[in-house]
């Protein structure tokens, strides 16, 4: 799975704010007082949109070309980068227990340190992983 998206957004002037959609994404879509602001809060919309669609084995959908975007009159397109890995980091960091074997004298020298086994466990997988 790709860990970084650029939607194209299309933003509308409704009210006093800011109606935006992802049309590439069926219900993905918010609003904003300001441009800055919707642009924040379709970021957290698509971020659950792409959260549900993983969590039901749906396909992600490719990102549109912003040219190819139909618009209507008073419409314009702006750009929406998605971290799927740095929004995992931020929503869904609930741990999960794993049963792990090592050596016996790791163990023991572990314990007398006072080593907490989970950290060094995760420290290593992000260090394995490149996650900073």
Same mark, same amino acid.
């Given at each position: 799975?790709?860990?970084?998206? #650029? ?6 002037? $409704?009210?006093? %704010?800011?109606?935006?959609? *992802?049309?590439?994404?069926?219900? #993905? ?5 300001? =441009? ?5 809060? *379709? ?5 659950? #949109?792409?959260? =549900? ?5 749906? $396909? ?6 912003? @040219?190819? /975007? ?15 890995? @740095?929004?995992?980091?931020?929503? #869904?960091?609930?741990? /999960?227990?794993?049963? +792990?074997? *090592? ?5 023991? +020298?572990? @314990? ?16 394995? +992983?490149?996650? %900073?």
């Amino acid at each position: 799975m790709e860990t970084k998206y #650029c939607y194209p957004a299309v933003l509308q002037k $409704d009210g006093n %704010g800011y109606a935006v959609w *992802i049309s590439d994404i069926d219900g #993905c879509n918010s609003f904003g007082e300001t =441009v800055a602001e919707a642009l924040t809060n *379709i970021n957290e919309a698509l971020g659950l #949109c792409i959260e =549900v669609m993983t969590e039901k084995n749906r $396909d992600i959908p490719e990102p549109s070309n912003p @040219e190819d /975007v139909p618009l209507e009159n008073g419409q314009f397109i702006a750009l929406v980068e998605f971290n799927w890995l @740095e929004y995992q980091k931020k929503y #869904c960091s609930k741990a /999960v227990k794993k049963t +792990l074997t *090592i050596p016996m004298y790791l163990n023991e +020298l572990a @314990e007398k340190e006072h080593i907490n086994f989970s950290s060094v466990l995760r420290e290593a997988l992000e260090s394995r +992983l490149h996650i %900073g």
